[in-house]
């Protein structure tokens, strides 16, 4: 079983920054993928970045690329995204999920975390 727990969100202004945190555990994570998602209020799920676990390949949201960045840190088993330049738009619950490869999919997730808001005030 993977446990997956997402930590760092907030409130901040619009052009602020944050980093949200998630933390995986309960399995070896070198052949996995780590994917951020978000939700707002009525709105499906969507994609905003991934990363494969053992190498360096990511992916990103056309709607956040050049502002958002995904990273890892193999000794604690967690990976970051970093959001810049926030846009009220940028509000949402951001989940993290892990998935067998890179992707953007939610179906391809298999476990996911309880989900951290992000309010971006105007």
């Known amino acids: 079983q993977v446990q997956v727990v997402e930590s760092g969100g907030g409130l901040v202004q619009a052009g602020g920054s944050l980093r949200l945190s998630c933390a995986a555990s309960?399995?070896?994570?070198?052949?996995?993928?780590v994917g951020w998602f978000r939700q707002a209020p009525g709105k499906e799920r969507e994609f905003v970045a991934a990363?494969?676990?053992?190498?360096?390949?990511?992916l990103y949201a056309d709607s956040v690329r050049g502002r958002f960045t995904i990273s890892r840190d193999n000794a604690k088993n967690t990976v970051y995204l970093q959001m810049n330049s926030l846009k009220p738009e940028d509000t949402a619950v951001y989940y993290c999920?892990?998935?067998?490869?890179?992707?953007?999919?939610?179906?391809?997730?298999?476990?996911w975390g309880q989900g951290t808001q992000v309010t971006v005030s105007s």
């Open positions: 990363r494969s676990w053992g190498g360096d390949m990511t």
């Open positions: 999920a892990v998935s067998r490869g890179l992707a953007r999919a939610v179906s391809s997730y298999d476990y």
């Open positions: 309960g399995r070896t994570f070198s052949t996995y993928a």
